[in-house]
């Protein structure tokens, strides 16, 4: 069946350090792909999205790019900031309408 | 604001009691999806409904149940509560198939 793998964190970074959060999925078709950030004490926000192969998903200074020859989604920020410590969970929704959602990356940004 | 509303936002409740927590999903949106967050653990998969319908269910126990109704707003309900089923509940909705899902703020359920 479908799946969704992230690393595990804590990442740990400095304010301005650039971020890679890597997330790799299996699954059959051609599934949407997702990245959605929990702050504390909240609920899930959609971070972007994309919905084809090549597509790049952006917001907020974060980038997605879907890549279909290896199977990847891969989060990338340039420089980040205190602010954006948070939870960050890659997910899919396939041709089942199941949404499928990584283990999660908790990220920590220090001034 | 995602426009997915839950309701309550806490609840607190003892051991062996039965609960019923409540959403209603974004005007528009046919899909709606439950999922529990523990502490420290990620999103566990509990259940979706379909326009009324159940269409796939996760690891999703006897003890809890959930419904869909004609307005489309759903409830999930907990009974014989456990110590362990304390946690965060999300609701989620999208309009269907491969489209973003939305979700609400949770209710952070305590088994005391």
């Known amino acids: 069946g479908n799946s969704v793998t992230q690393m595990e964190g804590p990442v740990t970074l400095s304010e301005e350090a650039f971020l890679t959060i890597n997330c790799t999925y299996t699954a059959t078709g051609y599934p949407s792909l997702f990245w959605y950030v929990q702050y504390p004490g909240e609920g899930l926000q959609l971070l972007l999205k994309a919905t084809k192969a090549d597509d790049k998903g952006s917001n907020k200074g974060f980038e997605a790019t879907y890549r279909k020859e290896t199977t990847s989604f891969h989060l990338e920020k340039g420089s980040v900031q205190v602010s954006d410590s948070a939870v960050y969970f890659c997910?899919?929704?396939?041709?089942?309408?199941?949404?499928?959602f990584g283990t999660g990356t908790r990220l920590q940004v220090f001034p | 604001d995602s426009g997915v509303t839950q309701t309550p936002k806490h609840l607190i409740t003892a051991t062996g009691q039965r609960v019923t927590l409540r959403c209603s999903p974004r005007?528009?949106?046919?899909?709606v999806y439950w999922y529990q967050q523990s502490l420290d653990q990620g999103l566990q998969f509990l259940i979706q409904?379909?326009?009324?319908?159940?269409?796939a269910k996760g690891n999703i126990l006897e003890r809890f149940s959930a419904q869909q109704f004609p307005d489309l707003h759903s409830e999930l309900n907990l009974s014989s509560l456990e110590l362990g089923d304390s946690a965060l509940y999300f609701c989620?909705?999208?309009?269907?198939?491969?489209?973003?899902?939305?979700f609400g703020q949770g209710t952070r359920l305590t088994v005391v």
């Open positions: 997910a899919l929704k396939g041709s089942t309408d199941k949404l499928i």
């Open positions: 005007s528009g949106d046919l899909s």
């Open positions: 989620a909705s999208s309009v269907g198939r491969e489209t973003e899902a939305f």
């Open positions: 409904y379909y326009n009324g319908e159940e269409r």
